[in-house]
């Protein structure tokens, strides 16, 4: 029998509704499949900076976590028997967010699973894999594997079982994930802020009263915070536990106001995103928090006498590498997606890295992507000084740009073609830049007026999402409207969101 996991299994991680498309069988077969293709070919290889649990008596392991969907458990427990029938040992850590899980596949150095579909509704679940380290696990570097050999276990019906099964044992790292963040940023010394977090019922529930309260048992930070919707429920009642759709914030942005704080954070179901809204509820761009974030960053390692890498993908705004430039860091512009970012991370020994979508990778954590690393170096960064983070924010946002807007169009390959066409082939614009690096790229940023603007299709739907940035407001609206009616074109070509999709969709 032929099975077709094409539709579960795509290029960065596995997501699907349940139980029609992942259930516990499709779950187990996976489980096997990673066994085989990434945990056992990694014993006693383990890589430098990294714990040592893997291969230390000769065994396989693997760290497992899960956030808090009600279909989580059933589906761990079909993919940790697949593991150990494999012959790996299984270490469950239960309930976490996905930085959580990187962390425990750092500190442990083992593979790692995260079962979780981030911000998608209820009916969705999904695996985040890695290897040890936290390194990614994409379409190129293990899952195009991966799904060959579930489908393959799915269709002869007979995975293979380890002459040793390994064992299944349970283990907490909420604390030592915790200090571990608090060593990291030191937030003892800053002025007290008042911080409303909005945790849309997902892992930013269970997570920050460990690392900024003291639920984990660590000492009290000058933090005031006023909570919103901190009860997991993956039902998400309140709202999609998704910031980047900006009907989403809107709780939180009047709560700020409400309570007169200083700040808010929001964070996706699985917590590895974190946004941000100022003290008067408006929206600080992703870019404006790399840039800060990535500044301080650079700081630490000009101090320590490092050059210091920073990357950023080809989204983010002009100013992040106009500013870290500047502050003598050599800057890194790499495709969207974290497979990529990460794989660049590693590639440069970078300091840290950003992405539009509010994905912030650090070395210092195993190169992966912490959404509560970064909220925190936001606290330090503004409980340091005396301004507003309105006023800080301002620094880091000095061009305007659309966000991201998808058009669902009929024919991506024609829409494309006529964005090219009036841009690059006619020049209708005068002399641009243009790089296909990730989509289409247009840049009018070396002359008056300066703009530039990107055009990507989707890996998954027949959408296009485009993203423009201009020095002023009425430069990019003008790009902005005339880019999207040569997308939309065509009378079938008419449909249009917001951003509100993760970057590796």
Same mark, same amino acid.
């Not at 963040?181 to 945790?199: C, F, G, N, T, Y």
């Not at 849309?200 to 009290?220: E, F, K, R, W």
């Not at 305007?400 to 169009?409: A, F, L, P, Q, Y």
């Given at each position: 029998?032929?099975?077709?996991?094409?539709?579960?299994?795509?290029?960065?991680?596995?997501?699907?509704?349940?139980?029609?498309?992942?259930?516990?069988?499709?779950? %187990?077969?996976?489980?096997?499949?990673?066994?085989?293709?990434?945990?056992?070919?990694?014993?006693?290889?383990?890589?430098?900076?990294?714990?040592?649990?893997?291969?230390?008596?000769?065994?396989?392991?693997?760290?497992?976590?899960?956030?808090?969907?009600?279909?989580?458990?059933?589906?761990?427990?079909?993919?940790?028997?697949?593991?150990?029938?494999?012959?790996?040992?299984?270490?469950?850590?239960?309930?976490?967010?996905?930085?959580?899980?990187?962390?425990?596949?750092?500190?442990?150095?083992?593979?790692?699973?995260?079962?979780?579909?981030?911000?998608?509704?209820?009916?969705?679940?999904?695996?985040?894999?890695?290897? !040890?380290?936290?390194?990614?696990?994409?379409?190129?570097?293990?899952?195009?594997?991966?799904?060959?050999?579930?489908?393959?276990?799915?269709?002869?019906?007979?995975?293979?079982?380890?002459?040793?099964?390994?064992?299944?044992?349970?283990?907490?790292?909420?604390?030592?994930?915790?200090?571990?963040?608090?060593?990291?940023?030191?937030?003892? !010394?800053?002025?007290?802020?008042?911080?409303?977090?909005?945790?849309?019922?997902?892992?930013?529930?269970?997570?920050?009263?460990?690392?900024?309260?003291?639920?984990?048992?660590?000492?009290?930070?000058?933090?005031?915070?006023?909570?919103?919707?901190?009860?997991?429920?993956?039902?998400?009642?309140? %709202?999609?536990?998704?910031?980047?759709?900006?009907?989403?914030?809107?709780?939180?942005?009047?709560?700020?106001?409400?309570?007169? !704080?200083?700040?808010?954070?929001?964070?996706?179901?699985?917590?590895?995103?974190?946004?941000?809204?100022?003290? %008067?509820?408006?929206?600080?761009?992703?870019?404006?928090?790399?840039?800060?974030?990535?500044?301080?960053?650079?700081?630490?390692?000009? *101090?320590?006498?490092?050059?210091?890498?920073?990357?950023?993908?080809?989204?983010?705004?002009?100013?992040?590498?106009?500013?870290?430039?500047?502050?003598?860091?050599?800057?890194?512009?790499?495709?969207?997606?974290?497979?990529?970012?990460?794989?660049?991370?590693?590639?440069?020994? *970078?300091?840290?890295?950003?992405?539009?979508?509010?994905?912030?990778?650090?070395?210092?954590?195993?190169? *992966?992507?912490?959404?509560?690393?970064?909220?925190?170096?936001?606290?330090?960064?503004?409980?340091?000084?005396?301004?507003?983070?309105?006023?800080?924010?301002?620094?880091?946002?000095?061009?305007?740009?659309?966000?991201?807007?998808?058009?669902?169009?009929?024919?991506?390959?024609?829409?494309?073609?006529?964005?090219?066409?009036?841009?690059?082939?006619?020049?209708?614009?005068?002399?641009?830049?243009?790089?296909?690096?990730?989509?289409?790229?247009?840049?009018?940023?070396?002359?008056?007026?300066?703009?530039?603007?990107?055009?990507?299709?989707?890996?998954?739907?027949?959408?296009?999402?485009?993203?423009?940035?201009?020095?002023?407001?009425?430069?990019?609206?003008?790009?902005?409207?005339?880019?999207?009616?040569?997308?939309?074109?065509?009378?079938?070509?008419?449909?249009?969101?917001?951003?509100?999709?993760?970057?590796?969709?």
């Amino acid at each position: 029998m032929t099975i077709d996991l094409s539709h579960l299994i795509k290029a960065y991680d596995v997501r699907g509704t349940v139980p029609d498309q992942l259930g516990p069988d499709v779950a %187990h077969a996976i489980g096997v499949a990673f066994a085989h293709a990434v945990v056992l070919p990694e014993v006693g290889q383990v890589p430098d900076g990294v714990g040592t649990e893997a291969g230390a008596d000769g065994r396989a392991r693997a760290v497992v976590g899960q956030d808090m969907r009600d279909s989580g458990p059933a589906l761990v427990d079909a993919f940790a028997q697949g593991l150990a029938d494999a012959g790996v040992d299984v270490v469950r850590i239960g309930l976490c967010s996905t930085d959580g899980l990187y962390y425990a596949s750092g500190a442990l150095g083992v593979p790692g699973a995260m079962f979780t579909a981030s911000h998608n509704p209820a009916e969705y679940n999904g695996i985040k894999l890695c290897r !040890a380290g936290a390194r990614p696990v994409g379409q190129d570097s293990g899952l195009t594997e991966v799904r060959r050999l579930a489908e393959q276990y799915l269709g002869e019906d007979f995975p293979p079982v380890a002459g040793t099964p390994g064992t299944v044992t349970e283990r907490d790292m909420l604390t030592d994930y915790a200090a571990f963040l608090r060593s990291l940023v030191d937030l003892s !010394a800053i002025r007290p802020l008042k911080v409303v977090i909005d945790a849309g019922n997902g892992m930013g529930g269970y997570t920050v009263p460990a690392v900024l309260g003291t639920g984990a048992g660590l000492a009290h930070l000058p933090l005031d915070i006023v909570p919103l919707y901190f009860e997991l429920d993956g039902t998400f009642p309140n %709202h999609e536990a998704n910031p980047l759709d900006p009907e989403n914030l809107r709780d939180l942005q009047a709560a700020v106001v409400e309570h007169d !704080a200083d700040l808010g954070l929001a964070f996706d179901g699985d917590a590895d995103r974190c946004f941000v809204v100022d003290e %008067h509820g408006d929206p600080v761009s992703p870019s404006a928090i790399t840039a800060l974030v990535g500044l301080r960053e650079v700081a630490t390692e000009l *101090a320590a006498g490092r050059t210091p890498t920073v990357i950023h993908n080809l989204i983010t705004s002009r100013a992040v590498p106009d500013l870290l430039g500047g502050a003598g860091a050599r800057t890194v512009r790499t495709r969207v997606g974290h497979s990529f970012i990460k794989a660049q991370m590693a590639e440069h020994g *970078a300091v840290f890295g950003g992405e539009h979508s509010a994905h912030y990778y650090f070395r210092d954590f195993f190169y *992966a992507d912490t959404g509560m690393l970064a909220a925190m170096h936001v606290l330090a960064a503004l409980g340091t000084q005396p301004h507003p983070l309105s006023a800080l924010a301002e620094m880091y946002e000095p061009y305007v740009s659309s966000g991201e807007i998808n058009s669902r169009v009929r024919d991506v390959a024609a829409a494309r073609e006529r964005v090219v066409t009036a841009y690059v082939t006619e020049q209708g614009a005068g002399p641009v830049d243009v790089d296909e690096l990730d989509g289409l790229t247009v840049s009018h940023w070396d002359a008056h007026p300066q703009w530039w603007f990107n055009l990507r299709a989707s890996n998954t739907e027949p959408l296009l999402r485009l993203n423009v940035e201009a020095a002023d407001v009425d430069i990019m609206e003008k790009v902005r409207d005339d880019v999207l009616s040569l997308v939309r074109e065509a009378p079938a070509d008419a449909g249009a969101t917001d951003g509100t999709e993760e970057s590796a969709s």
